[in-house]
């Protein structure tokens, strides 16, 4: 990997950057915030104009709790659409602070998560069933792409402002 003579970190193929000279968004990174904020989405699948028997699985899925846990992964997508040089002052602050933001997400639907299980009358192995295990194990291994991928420490780090060349 060759270093980048305008930024002095490593540089990456040239596909890796948009028109701006902005490192583009990497898809598994934005499948990581679909992920993270997916209980918003569900609520929304939920309000769309249907017959309602074919949507009736996914509102069993929605749990309102959990939707509070998707809204910082929320700001997080918002400041990726509106990632443009120059970032405006609110996105930037948001898109350098991404990692720290999705791992609140991360962290608050965990807790969530716990709170929900000790609150069951049922025993742990008979309250955690295969979706939930699936969706806590994602859920450690969104928070060890966020802190483990360079690029994606790159990415959150490339938001310029108006005064940066």
Do not use: N, Q
């Not at 309000?47 to 309102?64: A, H, N, Q, S």
């Not at 120059?86 to 990692?99: K, L, S, T």
């Not at 999705?102 to 609150?119: A, E, P, Q």
């Not at 780090?157 to 940066?164: A, S, T, Y």
Request: charged share 25%; aromatic share 8%.
């Amino acid at each position: 990997m060759s270093v980048s003579p305008l930024r002095g970190r490593p540089g990456y193929a040239s596909f890796r950057y948009d028109d701006d000279l902005l490192l583009k968004t990497p898809v598994l990174l934005w499948l990581t915030l679909v992920f993270l904020v997916r209980h918003l989405l569900l609520l929304g699948i939920t309000f769309l104009p249907t017959t309602g028997e074919e949507i009736e699985v996914l509102r069993t899925l929605v749990k309102p709790e959990f939707t509070l846990a998707d809204v910082p992964a929320a700001l997080v997508m918002v400041a990726g659409f509106r990632r443009r040089r120059p970032c405006p002052d609110w996105v930037r602050r948001i898109w350098r602070r991404a990692r720290e933001i999705l791992t609140l997400s991360i962290l608050m639907y965990v807790g969530i998560l716990l709170l929900r299980l000790t609150d069951a009358s049922l025993p742990l192995r008979d309250a955690i069933d295969e979706p939930l295990l699936v969706s806590l194990m994602l859920s450690l291994t969104v928070a060890v792409y966020l802190w483990r991928s360079r690029l994606v420490a790159d990415v959150v780090r490339d938001c310029p402002g108006r005064h940066d060349a």
